[in-house]
């Protein structure tokens, strides 16, 4: 279909807007755009018209925009032959004005939340001189929020003084929709691929600048795995909002995600009853893992340290630490070294992965491993592990049983952390 842009305009304006018939009568004025929920995206589907411009107080008309035509003197008006039917609305539908003016959306372009203060629109005609009324960028700056203070003064002079504000619009492609259902329930109206792909740190600004409602239903849309790292990012205070009201099993799934050792510190610090409740949804062997770490006192280094790691036999060899590399079911990104250990299991050496990298297949991992390797006992305090950390320029710390055996290790990111939690 070819069509021509026949000017831009804003939601603010046409809302009230006269449609008239054929004859110039007037039919009614608009109160709505509609969007069905099954065809959600660029162009608005149909307009509501009522006698006062309102939804509410008078008989609500449909009018579907292939019914409509723009006259020269940009009048609207409805079509020869097109029925004028009464509006019926499903509930998961989206109503511009209702749905998007003064509502929190998710600028997943900006990685924020920002509120709606009007939506531009785009007037396109076809061939056969039928109306598109296509979603272009909802503004979110003074502009927009001019526009719609000055409501009822003549067009041309609302235009004028909203001109001096410098718009701040967000193509509607980037826009993720918030919406409320009648129950309270959100759910994001736009699939949630695009906030999936940004970075956890991103994910978890987002979340915390909503409000607990909505926080709670974006967080839910999540994968399980997205879900998982976002938590990690997002302020302790928060992390228990959200399990806590969230159903059991749904956190469970979630927490089986996240690194044991951020699980454990995680479930320490709900009540007992709401940790219980969740660990009992777990499957067996993560459920083992968080359990054996919420054993320890917060404060000791088996507190802070993951069962995550990677560790192979000192005989190894650079192919065998690949190979284990490529088993690891944990989070690949916080590994940065493979420790070694003897026939006793004792620790015996770590390995960095750039050495790993370099090294031929057949070379033996004893031959690469650090010079040094600093550990710590499992009730080493916090400030203890700190101070290894910066004094060896660590990327990671051996957690040692009494026995000399590795117990855990604790990575530079969990120091990170505890250090910003201390501030």
């Known amino acids: 279909m070819t069509s021509q ?187 949630g691929d695009r906030l999936s792909s940004l970075h956890p740190a991103d994910i978890a600004d987002i979340l915390e600048d909503l409000d607990p409602v909505e926080r709670d239903a974006v967080f839910t849309s999540l994968d399980e795995e997205v879900a998982a790292e976002a938590l990690e990012e997002i302020e302790p205070k928060l992390q228990r909002s959200l399990l806590e009201r969230m159903d059991s099993s749904k956190a469970a799934d979630i927490v089986e995600e996240m690194d044991p050792g951020a699980a454990a510190d995680l479930l320490s610090e709900l009540p007992p009853e709401r940790s219980e409740a969740i660990l009992h949804e777990m499957e067996p062997d993560e459920r083992a893992d968080v359990e054996e770490l919420l054993e320890f006192p917060d404060d000791w280094a088996a507190g802070r340290m993951t069962t995550d790691y990677v560790a192979v036999p000192e005989t190894a060899t650079v192919a065998d630490a690949i190979g284990a590399l490529r088993a690891f079911e944990g989070d690949v990104e916080t590994v940065s070294e493979v420790f070694l250990f003897g026939r006793d299991e004792r620790l015996s050496g770590v390995v960095s992965l750039a050495r790993i990298a370099l090294a031929a297949g057949e070379a033996q991992l004893l031959s690469l491993q650090e010079q040094r390797a600093p550990s710590c006992t499992l009730d080493a305090s916090s400030r203890q592990v700190a101070e290894l950390f910066d004094k060896y320029n660590l990327r990671s710390l051996a957690v040692l049983n009494a026995d000399g055996t590795l117990a855990g290790v604790i990575y530079a990111e969990q120091v990170i952390a505890l250090l910003r939690a201390e501030r």
């Open 5 to 191: 842009t026949v000017r831009r305009v804003s939601l603010s304006s046409l809302v009230g807007a006269r449609v008239q018939s054929e004859d110039g009568a007037t039919v009614g004025r608009i109160a709505e755009f509609l969007l069905v929920s099954e065809k959600i995206g660029t162009h608005v589907s149909s307009l509501l018209l009522s006698r006062t411009g309102r939804l509410r107080g008078s008989t609500v008309l449909t009018v579907p925009m292939q019914g409509l035509q723009i006259s020269k003197g940009d009048e609207l008006k409805v079509r020869p032959g097109t029925m004028l039917t009464e509006a019926d609305i499903p509930a998961s539908s989206v109503l511009l004005e209702r749905d998007l003016l003064d509502q929190q959306i998710i600028d997943v372009h900006g990685h924020k939340v920002v509120r709606v203060n009007d939506v531009e629109l785009v007037w396109e005609i076809d061939h056969d001189n039928v109306c598109h009324l296509r979603i272009a960028e909802v503004e979110v700056g003074l502009r927009g929020a001019v526009r719609r203070l000055l409501k009822g003064l003549p067009q041309s002079m609302v235009e004028a003084v909203a001109r001096r504000f410098q718009p701040r619009g967000i193509p509607w492609e980037f826009v993720d929709l918030i919406d409320r259902d009648p129950a309270r329930r959100v759910r994001l109206k736009v699939e």
